[in-house]
C-alpha cells in the first residue's frame, strides 16, 4: 500500500472492480432489455420504480463506504482490533439497515408510484416487481458488507467473482423467469424481480464462503459487540489494541461519519430522479421513459468509473492513515485521469450511436429519437464530472464524508434541480437535458476548492509537526 507504484497498485486493486461494474451495468441493461420486451408500460413502471430501489441500495452502498473506510485507516494505523471492531459493528448495522429499508419500501411504493401516474397497468406492473425485489433487502445490505470489508483488506478478487457470479446469473435467469422455458411458468416482471433477487443470494453466499474458508486479515467477533468483552479489552489488552469502551462508541461513530453522507450522496439521484420525472411529465410520459432508459445507459459509464474509485478509496485511506500525504496527492491526480479517460470514451458512444442505444430499448420512433437527442446533449457534461466522481470518492477514502456530501448535494440537487425547472421553461423537455452540462460544470469548480479546503488542514498540520 505505500511501497508499490501507484498506477501498478492502483490498476491491480482497481482492474477486478471495472470488470464485475461493467458485467454490473451489462445486467442493468439486459434486465431493461428483456423488460422491454413486456411492453412499453412495463419499462415505464420499471423506471419509476429505479428511485425507491437506488435508495435501498444507496444505504447499503453508503454504510459500506463508511465500513471500507474506516478499516483501511485502522489498518493503515496499525490498529488491527479497532478494523476488527468496525468491521463488526458495520456487519451489524447493515443487517438492520436492511430490515429498515424493507419496511420502508414495501410501505410506501404504492403511493410512490402514485404520485407519478395515474395509470392502473403501470402501477400493477410497478407493484408486482418491487413486492418481490424488496424483499431481498436485507441480502442487499449484506453482501455489500462484506465487500466493502473485502475490498478494504485488498482482496478485490473476490469481490470481483461475487459480482460476477451473482450478475450472471441474474443475466442468464432473466429469460427463464419472465418468458418462461421448458417447466419453469412465464412470470413476466415478477420473474425479473426474482432473478435479481437470486442474483443477489448467490453473491452473499459466495462471500460467505471465502470468508469462512480462506481467512482474511479482519475479522467479524461477535463477541466484541458485548459490553463485559469491551471492558476485557480494555482491562486486559488496552495497552496493547487501544480499544476501550469509549472507543467502541467512537468507531460506531466514525462508520457513520463516513457511512451516512456517502448514504445520501448515493440516495441524492432518487431525489433528482424523482424530481426530474415530475418536470417531465409535464411534457409528456416518453420523456419519463427516455430519463429511466438514460439512467440504465449511463451506469455503463459511471460504474466502471466507480470500479477506479473503488480500488482507490482502501488505498488512499490507509495512505492517509499512515501519514502519506504527498502519496495521497499523487493518488488523486492519477486517479482523476483514469476516470476521465473513461467518460471520454462515454461521450464518444453516446455521440456516434444513440439512436442505436436507445433502439434497444424501444421501437417506438418517436421516443427513438427524443432518446437519441437528450443522450447527444447530456454526453457534454461526461469528461468534466470527472472531476466531482474523483473529489467526492477520495473525500469519502479519507474519511472526510461532510465534505464529500457537499459535492455531491451540488450535483444531485442544488444545481441540477432548478436548472433543470429554468431551462426547462425556455427550452422544453430538452430544457432538462441540458441541465446536465451545466451542473457537471459547476460542481467540478466547487469540487476542486471543497477537496483542497479539506486536504490542506491535514497538510498544514502534518508540515507543523515536521517543523
Known amino acids: 500500500m505505500k511501497e508499490k507504484p501507484i498506477l501498478p497498485l492502483l490498476l491491480s486493486m482497481s482492474l477486478p472492480m471495472v470488470i464485475s461494474m461493467m458485467v454490473n451495468s451489462l445486467y442493468n441493461i439486459v434486465d431493461s432489455f428483456f423488460v422491454a420486451q413486456i411492453d412499453e408500460k412495463a419499462m415505464t413502471a420499471l423506471s419509476l420504480v429505479f428511485p425507491v430501489q437506488n435508495l435501498v441500495n444507496a444505504a447499503a452502498i453508503g454504510f459500506g463506504i463508511g465500513i471500507n473506510a474506516a478499516i483501511a485507516f485502522f489498518l493503515g494505523a496499525g490498529q488491527r482490533q479497532k478494523a476488527d471492531m468496525a468491521a463488526t459493528q458495520g456487519m451489524l448495522c447493515s443487517l438492520v439497515h436492511g430490515v429498515v429499508m424493507m419496511a420502508v419500501s414495501l410501505l410506501s411504493i404504492r403511493a410512490f408510484l402514485q404520485a407519478f401516474t395515474q395509470d392502473a397497468e403501470v402501477i400493477a406492473y410497478g407493484m408486482q416487481y418491487s413486492v418481490i425485489v424488496f424483499g431481498f433487502s436485507i441480502v442487499i445490505s449484506a453482501g455489500l458488507a462484506f465487500e466493502k470489508l473485502f475490498q478494504a483488506v485488498g482482496r478485490m478478487s473476490v469481490a470481483m467473482a461475487a459480482m460476477l457470479a451473482g450478475c450472471l446469473a441474474n443475466i442468464v435467469l432473466d429469460p427463464v423467469l419472465i418468458f418462461g422455458i421448458g417447466p419453469v411458468p412465464a412470470m413476466g416482471i415478477r420473474g425479473a424481480a426474482l432473478a435479481t ?13 471465502v470468508y469462512l474458508t480462506r481467512p482474511i486479515s479482519v475479522h467479524i467477533r461477535p463477541s466484541l459487540l458485548r459490553g463485559e468483552a469491551g471492558r476485557q479489552t480494555a482491562g486486559e489488552g488496552e495497552r496493547e489494541s487501544g480499544l476501550t469502551p469509549y472507543s467502541s462508541l467512537a468507531i460506531l461513530k466514525r462508520l457513520y461519519a463516513v457511512g451516512l453522507p456517502a448514504a445520501l450522496n448515493l440516495a441524492l439521484p432518487s431525489l433528482l430522479v424523482s424530481a426530474l420525472n415530475a418536470i417531465l411529465a409535464l411534457y409528456s410520459g416518453t420523456y419519463v421513459l427516455v430519463l429511466g432508459v438514460y439512467y440504465k445507459l449511463q451506469t455503463f459509464l459511471y460504474l466502471p468509473a466507480n470500479g477506479i474509485i473503488q480500488g482507490m478509496r482502501p488505498i488512499i485511506g490507509y495512505n492517509y492513515g499512515a501519514g502519506e500525504e504527498r502519496r495521497v496527492r499523487e493518488i488523486y491526480r492519477t486517479v482523476m485521469v483514469l476516470v476521465a479517460l473513461i467518460m471520454a470514451a462515454g461521450t464518444c458512444v453516446c455521440l456516434l450511436i444513440p439512436a442505436q442505444l436507445m433502439g434497444l430499448f424501444t421501437e417506438n420512433p418517436e421516443t427513438v429519437a427524443a432518446g437519441a437527442q437528450a443522450l447527444r446533449i447530456i454526453s457534454a457534461g461526461f469528461v468534466v464530472s470527472s472531476v466531482s466522481v474523483t473529489a467526492s470518492g477520495a473525500l469519502e477514502g479519507l474519511g472526510k464524508g461532510t465534505a464529500s456530501f ?25 430544457g432538462v437535458w441540458w441541465a446536465f452540462g451545466v451542473t457537471e460544470l459547476l460542481s467540478a469548480v466547487a469540487a476542486h476548492f471543497v477537496y483542497r479546503r479539506a486536504t490542506e488542514r491535514r497538510d498544514n498540520n502534518a508540515r507543523g509537526v515536521a517543523e
Request: aromatic fraction near 8%; avoid cysteine; charged fraction near 5%.
Open 197 to 209: 433477487g437470486i442474483g443477489q443470494i448467490l453473491t452473499l453466499a459466495i462471500y460467505l464462503a
Open 406 to 430: 457537499v459535492i455531491s448535494a451540488l450535483r444531485y440537487a442544488v444545481v441540477i434541480i432548478p436548472a433543470a425547472w429554468l431551462l426547462s421553461r425556455v427550452l422544453g423537455a430538452a
